[in-house]
């Protein structure tokens, strides 16, 4: 973890609900896909923690969704403003454990670590097949990147507007050696139920402090009680335990 003052270089809309921030300063902390950072914002008592859509040597890129003040707040801010960040938060993806014909699922917002995770695979010359789901056509987000990169994903749609209509599970009959997912829920349950092969999953959960110290957002799992800021948010299929 690693405290610094981070520059809004970009804040661009995507969608009506939906913006690409980029912010610049050392990134040296953040090591795999699938870590976070945590934001201080002006006027705000708590941090809030993003995951890190991809990231370079100058500086990271996060997906921001409207859902609260804070994110509300911080999608109008201007470009050239100074925010303390934490960096490096989390646990992020095992790159190792990917194998020949990894599979990457995302929903919704969930899409945003996978991107990053998709760029290393890529440079270890692994072509990992991504499947992407998403309420309508008006909800896509990422793909142009994702073409970028050289992969093609396949995409669902509850509506049927765009790609496959149905949810991501209907497009996973392909084989595949181990699977990256992160997206809402009732989704990560389902890929995990679906899938004969062992996977990793980023979980969501409100958040205090965000490295572990405040213990509120605790879950537990199949090897007891424990954090998803400082054990998470990548955690391995075997050990989620799933409630009705």
Not at 2 to 24: C, D, V
Not at 134 to 142: A, I, Y
Not at 177 to 183: H, K, L, N, R
Request: charged share 25%; with cysteine; net charge neutral.
């Amino acid at each position: 973890m690693k405290q610094g003052m981070f520059t809004i270089a970009e804040n661009s809309p995507l969608t009506e609900r939906f913006s690409l921030l980029r912010l610049e300063g050392d990134c040296a902390a953040i090591e795999r896909p699938g870590q976070f950072v945590a934001l201080m914002l002006p006027g705000l008592f708590l941090r809030r923690p993003f995951s890190v859509c991809d990231w370079d040597g100058k500086g990271f890129q996060l997906l921001i969704e409207q859902v609260g003040k804070g994110t509300e707040l911080l999608r109008s801010l201007p470009v050239g403003q100074e925010l303390d960040v934490l960096t490096g938060l989390g646990k992020g993806f095992d790159l190792s454990r990917a194998g020949e014909r990894p599979l990457l699922i995302g929903g919704g917002s969930g899409v945003s670590p996978l991107l990053a995770l998709a760029r290393r695979l890529a440079e270890r010359g692994v072509r990992p097949h991504v499947i992407l789901g998403f309420p309508s056509r008006e909800d896509l987000l990422l793909l142009d990147d994702f073409f970028r990169l050289g992969l093609a994903p396949t995409v669902t749609t509850d509506d049927g507007s765009f790609g496959i209509r149905g949810r991501v599970t209907e497009a996973m009959d392909i084989p595949h050696t181990f699977f990256y997912a992160c997206g809402p829920l009732p989704m990560l349950r389902a890929v995990c139920e679906k899938s004969p092969a062992p996977g990793e999953v980023s979980l969501d959960a409100r958040m205090g402090c965000g490295f572990g110290a405040c213990m509120g957002c605790t879950i537990q799992t199949a090897k007891g009680p424990r954090r998803v800021c400082k054990d998470g948010p990548v955690f391995e299929k075997e050990d989620l335990l799933w409630t009705d």
